[in-house]
């Protein structure tokens, strides 16, 4: 499939998954905060940032399936990754720095069509996601304070992100019939 097919299934099922926190309950955003994002997109307050987040999020993981193989979207991707590593560096966010390094990095490991087209790779990246955020948390996790069951708490108050994850990448995986 056509990079910018895949762009268009990714932003569609972001549309979605803004939808679906609408629909569930998970935020209290109507059309009418909608309208305000578009006339101030770069405000901060509100549910913006979790919209933006779970829109990126979705369109993100609709392409990650790709990032396996040398191209213009690669060469982007660890463009824009190293942008933002440079942020999460210099304003203190450890967790999410190692975070976003090993996820990352995951793609340059196998193949093309390898493990990135698996229909697990979602909830692998969620759990290893869990896992990093969790081990960050607690300050001293190898004498015993890394609790899995913090995993677990996480899913529950976050389970729009992992569906977010899933969503995009079974995008991705339909548009190139790999379902």
Same mark, same amino acid.
């Given at each position: 499939m056509?990079?910018?097919?895949?762009?268009?299934?990714?932003?569609?099922?972001?549309?979605?998954?803004?939808?679906?926190?609408?629909?569930?309950?998970?935020?209290?955003?109507?059309?009418?905060?909608?309208?305000?994002?578009?006339e101030?997109?770069?405000?901060?307050?509100?549910?913006?940032?979790?919209l933006?987040?779970?829109?990126?999020?979705?369109?993100?993981?609709? *392409?990650?399936?790709?990032?396996? #193989?040398? #191209?213009?979207?690669?060469?982007?991707?660890?463009?824009?990754?190293?942008?933002?590593?440079?942020g *999460?560096?210099?304003?203190?966010?450890?967790g999410?720095?190692?975070a976003?390094?090993?996820?990352?990095?995951?793609?340059?490991?196998?193949?093309h069509?390898?493990?990135t087209?698996?229909?697990?790779?979602?909830?692998?990246?969620?759990?290893?996601f869990?896992?990093?955020?969790?081990?960050?948390?607690?300050?001293?996790? *190898?004498?015993?304070?890394? #609790?899995?069951?913090?995993?677990?708490?996480?899913f529950y108050?976050?389970?729009?992100?992992?569906?977010a994850?899933?969503?995009?990448h079974?995008?991705?995986?339909?548009?190139?019939?790999?379902?």
């Open positions: 056509q990079f910018k097919a895949h762009v268009l299934g990714g932003l569609l099922a972001g549309a979605g998954m803004v939808s679906v926190a609408q629909i569930s309950g998970y935020t209290s955003a109507s059309v009418s905060d909608l309208q305000k994002i578009l101030r997109p770069y405000q901060t307050d509100g549910d913006l940032p979790l933006s987040g779970l829109f990126l999020l979705t369109l993100f993981m609709s *392409l990650f399936p790709d990032l396996d #193989s040398a #191209s213009v979207l690669q060469r982007w991707f660890y463009r824009i990754i190293l942008i933002i590593l440079i *999460l560096f210099f304003t203190g966010q450890t999410l720095f190692a976003v390094t090993f996820v990352s990095l995951l793609p340059l490991l196998h193949r069509r390898g493990w087209h698996s229909k697990f790779t979602p909830f692998i990246l969620a759990i290893l869990a896992a990093i955020l969790e081990f960050n948390r607690s300050a001293n996790a *190898l004498t015993g304070q890394f #609790s899995p069951g913090n995993m677990v708490d996480w108050t976050y389970w729009i992100y992992v569906l994850c899933v969503a995009g079974y995008t991705h995986l339909l548009m190139d019939w790999q379902f």
